[in-house]
């Protein structure tokens, strides 16, 4: 039976859920479990924090999990990325009042708050700064007006709480964040693993890319496909008028409006955008 960690609450856990969901896996009926047996499948579901997720799939005892590319590098565990999930997006950097102007380098010295102490520690090794690491559980934003620290590192999403407590982040991205699909670090994956993992990554697929359908002037097709190339290359099939051709090609979702847009002042007519549920590669 293969083991699979899923975030049990946080940031992550809804998404994740989701795309699961949507991989035809079973979902857990009460949000107090911790375990979900899915016979039907062959996979047992553990419900963990997503912080340690990484330190399970490092150690073996579980095959994959779903955690944050910047969950998983603070916890030093021996994991690699198998999928980049397409969700849970951030940024983790260092932040400090706003209005005063700092450096990276000003935080040699310093004290700096953060719930990811590994991912800090490194980046200032890297840096030759000597600086006090505060760790903190949650809730960093706050630590500089309690002073218990000059400047914090933390996860940046909206940018909202940054602003809420008047702090403004500083310096280089310390990690692009998003969720992600780990396993163990140099082990080779076993059949039901790599089938979980393209089960997964064919929902995440679907999730990013729409089809596009259109009847196109035959005339104007060379023009039709270098605005929709497709992955590999568009389908194009005849159609009853000889002067015409009907083109399919998937596009990513963030642009289907725009190609749309382009394909009609093209001169293509009746063009249709569809959802993709699932694929396989
Ligand atoms: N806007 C966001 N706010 C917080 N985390 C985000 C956001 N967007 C993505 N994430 C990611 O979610 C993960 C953190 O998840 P979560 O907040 O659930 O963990 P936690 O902080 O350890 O738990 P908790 O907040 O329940 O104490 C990180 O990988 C982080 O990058
Ligand atoms: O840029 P934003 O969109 O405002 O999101 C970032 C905030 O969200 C997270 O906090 P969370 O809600 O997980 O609480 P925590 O600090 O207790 O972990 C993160 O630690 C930041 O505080
Ligand atoms: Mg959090």
């Given at each position: ?82 999928l980049s999930m397409g969700f849970g997006g951030s940024t983790f950097r260092y932040a400090a009042p706003a209005g005063q102007t700092w ?87 076993s059949r039901a693993a790599k089938q979980f993992a393209a089960r997964v990554q064919g929902v995440v697929f679907g999730q990013q890319y729409v089809m596009i359908d259109y009847d ?66």
């Amino acid at each position: 039976m293969l083991r699979v960690a899923v975030p049990n609450k946080g940031a992550l856990s809804e998404a994740a859920v989701g795309v699961l969901t949507e991989a035809g896996y079973r979902r857990r009926t009460d949000s107090k479990d911790l375990t979900v047996l899915d016979n039907n499948n062959g996979v047992e579901f553990f419900f963990l924090r997503p912080k340690d997720i990484a330190i399970y799939v490092g150690a073996g005892t579980l095959d994959l999990g779903i955690t944050g590319r910047d969950l998983a590098r603070d916890s030093q565990a021996d994991v690699a990325e198998e999928l980049s999930m397409g969700f849970g997006g951030s940024t983790f950097r260092y932040a400090a009042p706003a209005g005063q102007t700092w450096t990276v380098a000003d935080l040699a010295g310093k004290r700096i708050a953060t719930s990811y102490p590994n991912l800090v520690r490194r980046d200032l090794t890297e840096r030759n700064i000597t600086a006090d690491i505060i760790r903190l559980d949650g809730a960093v934003e706050i630590s500089i007006q309690l002073g218990v620290a000059d400047a914090i590192a933390d996860v940046v999403g909206s940018g909202r709480t940054l602003r809420q407590h008047g702090l403004a982040a500083f310096g280089d991205v310390l990690c692009d964040s998003e969720a992600v699909l780990v396993r163990r670090a140099d082990t080779e994956l076993s059949r039901a693993a790599k089938q979980f993992a393209a089960r997964v990554q064919g929902v995440v697929f679907g999730q990013q890319y729409v089809m596009i359908d259109y009847d196109c002037p035959r005339n104007l097709l060379d023009k039709a496909v270098a605005i929709t190339p497709g992955i590999e290359s568009p389908t194009v099939s005849p159609m009853a008028d000889d002067a015409w051709v009907a083109v399919r090609a998937l596009v990513p979702r963030s642009q289907h409006q725009n190609l749309m847009d382009d394909l009609s002042e093209m001169g293509a007519k009746a063009i249709l955008a569809s959802d993709i549920r699932s694929c396989r590669f």
